[in-house]
């Protein structure tokens, strides 16, 4: 279903010019209901300034209308006929001034985790060009030293759902290829929701690694340990408990 532009100024208008529900607001604009609601509250969209739907040929008072009539009433989008056989834009991803710098991080990790991505493919998730991500391949990268990889959906780049779908394609193409896979590179291969259905494999501890068959049973016996043969009745006093030498008298009058 189309949205309106400028969803959020068209949110606003709407909560302050209507008695439009908040759900019905937020399936028209593409926002969550509690985003809306946080909109009436004046917790978000603070000094957002509303857009007339109406003044901008977006919805036609009629459909207000019905709407503010009939709750289970769904906004529909006015009909623009400029916007007949009009197709998406081909090409890089924008990325906003602001995190750019993150590019070549975010490039990294996607190398460096899922190698089975194409240069095309990782120029869509963040934006960048196929010289780029090259140059990070090969580390010729001119700040390849101080970079670090970071996860794209942590910084913003790209949506998780993004991630999982073209991981999932890489996936069912290495799998119609025939290639066999090793352990690491089916991990790599699994999407977010998943990896969250796994059991939590058992991992020891590194402080006791090579311990495994360690036991403390009876196994003294054939350690090859000799055993104290003097028993309780020769530990009469703390000298002979302690093995402590005898020393004759002289030895403790002071000088």
């Known amino acids: 279903m189309a949205k309106p532009i400028m969803a959020k100024a068209t949110?606003?208008?709407?909560?302050?010019?209507?008695?439009?529900?908040?759900?019905?607001?937020?399936?028209?604009?593409?926002?969550?209901?509690?985003?809306?609601?946080?909109?009436?509250?004046?917790?978000?969209?603070?000094?957002?300034?509303?857009?007339?739907?109406?003044?901008?040929?977006?919805?036609?008072?009629?459909?207000?209308?019905?709407?503010?009539?009939?709750?289970?009433?769904?906004?529909?989008?006015?009909?623009n006929a400029a916007a007949v056989g009009e197709e998406k834009r081909r090409g890089p991803r924008y990325t906003p001034l602001s995190k750019r710098q993150d590019r070549p991080a975010s490039i990294l990790w996607l190398v460096k985790f899922h190698p089975e991505l194409s240069d095309g493919q990782v120029s869509k998730l963040v934006g960048t060009t196929k010289p780029t991500i090259q140059a990070i391949r090969e580390r010729t990268h001119w700040n390849i030293a101080n970079i670090q990889p970071i996860d794209p959906v942590a910084l913003g780049l790209c949506k998780q759902s993004e991630l999982d779908a073209v991981v999932q394609k890489a996936a069912a193409k290495k799998a119609a290829e025939g290639?066999?896979?090793?352990?690491?590179?089916?991990?790599?291969?699994?999407?977010?929701?998943?990896?969250?259905?796994?059991?939590?494999?058992?991992?020891?501890?590194?402080?006791?690694?090579?311990?495994?068959?360690?036991?403390?049973?009876?196994s003294d016996a054939g350690s090859g340990l000799d055993e104290d043969p003097r028993g309780d009745e020769d530990f009469a006093d703390a000298d002979s408990f302690f093995n402590l030498p005898g020393g004759d008298d002289e030895d403790d009058q002071p000088v």
């Not at 699994?190 to 009876?218: C, K, N, Y």
């Open 11 to 79: 949110a606003v208008w709407l909560v302050d010019n209507t008695t439009i529900s908040f759900k019905q607001i937020a399936d028209f604009v593409g926002m969550h209901e509690l985003e809306v609601q946080g909109i009436a509250d004046g917790d978000v969209a603070t000094g957002v300034k509303g857009f007339d739907p109406v003044a901008n040929n977006q919805l036609t008072q009629e459909e207000i209308d019905a709407a503010q009539d009939s709750p289970l009433h769904k906004l529909k989008l006015k009909f």
């Open 179 to 218: 290639g066999v896979m090793n352990d690491d590179e089916r991990r790599k291969l699994v999407s977010t929701e998943q990896s969250l259905e796994m059991e939590a494999e058992p991992r020891i501890p590194s402080a006791i690694e090579g311990l495994e068959a360690f036991t403390l049973g009876d």
